[in-house]
Every structure is written in structure tokens, then in C-alpha cells.
Nanobody, 129 residues
Framework: QVQLVESGGGLVQAGGSLRLSCAASGLTFAFRRYAMGWSRQAPGKEREFVAAISKSGDTTDYADAVKGRFTMSRDNAKNTVFLQMNRLQPEDTAVYYC????????????????????WGQGTQVTISS
């Protein structure tokens, strides 16, 4: 049974930082064979792309709204990806989801949700002004 478990969410003031983690287990293939992504969904809005990382970790992609503030990384030895979020703003408030995609081309960081096969349950991030 595949599990992606997000953690690290919480309530912080604007300008603060959070580091999200997503631990994967039960994957059919080795973790390093999955591209990973983060998306978020704010109340009343559709889920949107935040960040993605290639299977090797060499390539990343970010939504314009978070570029320069968020950094995605992965530790293939620990089957975990991270999202370092700095200079958080109230508009970053959302449930953050991680996803794993086996079909994503190697060395490609996909921002398209259709390319991801598994999703976590999400972790709430709330930024107060």
C-alpha cells in the first residue's frame, strides 16, 4: 500500500518559515524512480502546482508565486522530499499535498498533476497577517 505522509505544517506569522516533509512508503519501485511534486489547495480554490523535482533531484520547477521563496529537495536514501518555505505570506495559506509520479520522464520536474500517480492526505499551512 503506497503512502505519502506530509508533515511540518502549522500556523506561522507572515514573513516566517516552515519546512514541509513528505515520506513515501510502499512504492512499487525504488523511490529514486519517482518524480515528486507539491501542490496546494486554498479554501474555495482549485488545487494548484507549487513545486516539482526530478527523480535524481537535479531539476526543479516552481510556480511563479513561490519562486525565490520556496525550495524543494529530496533525500532518496530516506524516501523523503522537503519543501522549505520562506517569507511566507497569507496567500500561501492552503493544504499542501505531495505527489509521486513514476511515468514522469527522467530529469524532468513536472508541474502537471496528471503525471502523478500517488497523492498524500495533505498538511495544513496557515499564515497569519
Amino acid at each position: 500500500q503506497v503512502q505519502l505522509v506530509e508533515s511540518g505544517g502549522g500556523l506561522v506569522q507572515a514573513g516566517g518559515s516552515l519546512r514541509l516533509s513528505c515520506a513515501a512508503s510502499g512504492l512499487t519501485f525504488a523511490f529514486r524512480r519517482y518524480a515528486m511534486g507539491w501542490s496546494r489547495q486554498a479554501p474555495g480554490k482549485e488545487r494548484e502546482f507549487v513545486a516539482a523535482i526530478s527523480k535524481s533531484g537535479d531539476t526543479t520547477d516552481y510556480a511563479d508565486a513561490v519562486k525565490g521563496r520556496f525550495t524543494m529537495s529530496r533525500d532518496n536514501a530516506k524516501n523523503t522530499v522537503f519543501l522549505q518555505m520562506n517569507r511566507l505570506q497569507p496567500e500561501d495559506t492552503a493544504v499542501y499535498y505531495c505527489a509521486a509520479g513514476f511515468r514522469v520522464q527522467s530529469d524532468y520536474a513536472s508541474r502537471f498533476q496528471i503525471n502523478y500517480d500517488y497523492w498524500g492526505q495533505g498538511t495544513q499551512v496557515t499564515i497569519s497577517s
